[in-house]
């Protein structure tokens, strides 16, 4: 089953298409790779996804439902959520804050429960918090609930990024070079915890430069250059095709795949 589609999706900047005619979708139940040249439209194409940026033209379904145009917390609220390349965490509020903040979209006692405090505040925000500690395990932050954020290395910073996406219990997660910045050992818990979150159910879609991360997660991968669609197909046939070798991956890159 199609869970997000794209039908010629279309961002003009001042008469400059930064996504021209992109059509995708992916389907449930896998991670799919999008890569490309900086400036190929990646990062625009998230943003137009999850309701940061209205398309100029085209169509985007998630579920069976048209969301072209709707709010970013609309799409999230429908479990369509994504990361940002730059980290995203409150720095002054504790590890456990931060995810809680993630868990919003799922809150039901309204403000006259949380100004009173009552009885079903009270039991929401105690199965909220159980919730939270447990995404704070699954992506192997358990210890640092209570220290603020800013206080975590890089790669737990990231982390904690994606728990607090995760709070949101996301059907489709949409990661935004989640591995960027991080030396070898932080991209190599990054990995496991993206696999963890695949064998959790949900579905991914995975913006990352570091082709060894791409390639050892992903089913299939998706090529953009220049706001197009340049090719797709399974790590094999992306890593030996000459226009992505052309265009992004470097003639060292086809000896080195060579090699393996």
Not at 165 to 187: F, I, Q, V, Y
Not at 224 to 232: A, P, Q, R, W, Y
Request: charge should be neutral; aromatic fraction near 6%; proline fraction near 3%.
């Amino acid at each position: 089953m199609s869970l997000l589609t794209c039908e010629a999706v279309q961002k003009d900047f001042g008469g400059l298409a930064a996504v021209n005619q992109v059509s995708l979708r992916v389907t449930e139940g896998e991670i799919v790779g999008l890569i490309g040249p900086n400036g190929a439209g990646k990062t625009t194409l998230f943003n137009l996804i999850t309701g940061f940026l209205r398309p100029t033209s085209g169509r985007i379904v998630y579920a069976g439902e048209e969301i072209t145009g709707f709010a970013p917390h609309v799409i999230g609220g429908l479990g369509l959520v994504r990361t940002f390349q730059k980290i995203s965490v409150f720095a002054e509020l504790t590890v456990l804050e931060n995810v809680l903040i993630g868990r919003h979209l799922h809150l039901r006692v309204g403000f006259p429960g949380a100004l009173l405090q009552n009885r079903a505040y009270r039991c929401e925000e105690r199965a909220s918090q159980e919730k939270a500690l447990g995404t704070l395990d699954f992506v192997g932050l358990t210890g640092w609930e209570n220290q603020q954020a800013k206080q975590l290395p890089f790669g737990l910073q990231r982390a904690l990024g994606i728990a607090t996406a995760l709070a949101a219990e996301p059907r489709l997660l949409l990661l935004d070079e989640p591995a960027s910045g991080m030396n070898t050992e932080e991209k190599r818990a990054i990995i496991e915890v993206i696999r963890r979150i695949y064998r959790s159910g949900t579905t991914l879609l995975l913006v990352e430069h570091d082709m060894n991360v791409v390639m050892s997660l992903c089913g299939r991968i998706i090529v953009l250059n220049s706001g197009n669609v340049l090719m797709e197909g399974n790590p094999e046939e992306v890593q030996h095709d000459p226009s992505v070798i052309e265009v992004y991956l470097g003639k060292g890159y086809r000896r080195v795949a060579g090699t393996q």
